[in-house]
């Protein structure tokens, strides 16, 4: 009777101790792009970049449709999305943009970029099969003057099913996002030469 009293406890501590973490985590990441043009050395201010309330999560969000979203309970983001976006931005932007330097937003007016760019991120999020939609409003600033911008949207579909395929969709639909940044800035310095940059 004791023997079975110490085996039914043995078993019920198996069933109530620690269990493995389903979770996966995940980040964007920069999407290798050669320079399209040579060497640009100019200061960019990255910020500010918002996001909509309901992907400020670490859960990751699927669309499901027009009007509902879903809230993964084991994937999510393994930094919050606004930085790890911020991050890839800037990182996208250094390979665009070769001897280019970079701030944060806030940055005080001693070190004010000659360009800063502001992002407001209106949708990121893939459906059920890993197509990403991007949608955002991006502004191009320089001198206190707007210079640049508009609003995007950037479908990007995943090479398969999958959370990670379709993290790896949206890192490229960012890519996108930041080579149409890139050429901007590259405009706005073509236009001001550097001994009338703003």
């Known amino acids: 009777m004791r023997r079975a009293l110490v085996v039914l406890s043995m078993c019920l501590a198996g069933c109530l101790g620690p269990r493995a973490d389903p979770s996966a985590y995940f980040l964007l990441s920069p999407a290798p792009t050669p320079a399209e043009g040579g060497p640009l050395q100019v200061v960019v201010g990255i910020g500010p970049v918002t996001i909509p309330g309901y992907l400020d999560r670490p859960q990751i969000v699927v669309r499901v449709s027009d009007n509902e979203v879903a809230v993964s309970e084991v994937d999510r983001w393994a930094e919050p999305l606004g930085a790890n976006l911020a991050r890839v931005l800037q990182e996208n932007l250094s390979l665009l943009l070769p001897s280019s330097t970079y701030v944060d937003y806030p940055w005080y007016e001693s070190d004010a970029p000659d360009y800063g760019v502001g992002l407001d991120v209106r949708r990121f999020e893939s459906d059920a099969t890993g197509a990403v939609v991007l949608e955002a409003t991006w502004r191009l600033t320089g001198g206190g003057s707007a210079l ?10 995943a090479v398969a099913v999958g959370r990670a395929p379709a993290v790896a969709a949206q890192s490229r639909a960012l890519a996108e996002l930041s080579r149409q940044i890139a050429a901007a800035v590259r405009r706005a310095e073509e236009r001001a030469p550097a001994n009338l940059r703003p």
Do not use: C, L, Q, S
């Not at 640049?148 to 579909?157: L, N």
């Open 148 to 157: 640049d911008g508009g609003t995007v949207r950037i479908d990007e579909a």
